[in-house]
C-alpha cells in the first residue's frame, strides 16, 4: 500500500531562511506527489504538483519542489521564508486507479521566528 | 481559484443531536470527498462519491453517513453526535481524470459537548 512520511514534524526556521520540508514516500511506478499548505482553522490549498516530466516544479509562493525517484523524495524548498508561511504543510501521493484517493503525510507545522 | 464551500464553518453541539455538515461545489467536478482530522494531525478519508448516487466508504471507519443527489452537493450527517466526533471535517473534489488533484473547502469544525 502507497504509503508518505514527512520526517519532520515541526520545524522553526527564521526570517528570510531558506526552507526545506521533507517528504518520502512509499510507491512502486511513478506517482502523482502533491505539496499542500493549510492555515490554521483553514482548507488545504495546494501549493505545487508532480504528474510527469521535469522533476523540479514550480509551485505558488514562491515555492518548490523537487521529485527524486531514486530517493523516492519530494521535497519542498523556499529560497526566503516570509512570516505569513507559517502554517501545516502536507504531502500527498495519489492513490492508483480511479477513486482518485490521495494519501497524506502526519505534516510539518512550520513555525517563522522573526 | 476552486469553489467549494463547507457550512457551518464552526459547530458547537450536544450529544444525542442530529447534525448534518454541507458541502457544495460549483465547478461540476464528479469526484467529492470527505476527510476527517484531528487537530495537529493528518487527513483521514471517511467518504466519497463518483458521482450522483455513488457514495463509497473511506479508509477511516467513520459512524457518519452520505448522500449524493446532486452533482453539487455532498453533505454528511451524524444520527447522534457524540464527542468523540470532535474534529474538523473537510470536503474536496475532484475532476475524473484529473490525476487525484482535489480541491478542499475550508472546513467545518465541530465540537460535540
Known amino acids: 500500500a502507497q504509503s508518505v512520511t514527512q520526517p519532520d514534524i515541526h520545524i522553526t526556521v527564521s526570517e528570510g531562511a531558506s526552507l526545506e520540508l521533507r517528504c518520502n514516500y512509499s510507491y512502486g511506478a511513478t506517482p502523482y506527489l502533491f505539496w499542500y499548505v493549510q492555515s490554521p482553522g483553514q482548507g488545504l490549498q495546494l501549493l505545487l504538483k508532480?504528474?510527469?516530466?521535469?522533476?523540479l516544479v514550480q509551485g505558488i509562493k514562491g515555492f518548490e519542489a523537487e521529485f527524486k525517484r531514486s530517493q523516492s523524495s519530494f521535497n519542498l524548498r523556499k529560497p526566503s521564508v516570509h512570516w505569513s508561511d507559517a502554517a501545516e504543510y502536507f504531502c500527498a501521493v495519489g492513490d492508483p486507479g480511479n477513486t482518485g484517493k490521495l494519501i497524506f503525510g502526519q505534516g510539518t507545522t512550520l513555525q517563522v521566528k522573526p | 481559484e476552486a469553489d467549494i464551500y463547507q457550512t457551518p464553518r464552526y459547530l458547537v453541539i450536544g450529544t444525542g443531536k442530529k447534525i448534518t455538515l454541507e458541502c457544495s461545489q460549483t465547478m461540476g467536478h464528479d469526484k467529492m470527498y470527505w476527510y476527517q482530522q484531528d487537530p495537529g494531525m493528518e487527513l483521514h478519508l471517511i467518504h466519497y462519491?463518483?458521482?450522483?448516487?455513488?457514495?463509497e466508504k473511506g479508509d477511516l471507519s467513520s459512524e457518519s453517513t452520505v448522500s449524493r443527489i446532486r452533482t453539487e452537493h455532498f453533505p454528511l450527517t451524524l444520527e447522534s453526535a457524540r464527542p468523540s466526533h470532535t474534529s474538523q471535517y473537510l470536503c474536496a473534489s475532484m475532476v475524473s481524470g484529473g490525476y487525484n488533484e482535489q480541491f478542499f473547502g475550508p472546513g467545518t469544525r465541530l465540537t460535540v459537548l
Open positions: 508532480y504528474f510527469s516530466g521535469d522533476t
Open positions: 462519491s463518483y458521482g450522483v448516487n455513488s457514495t
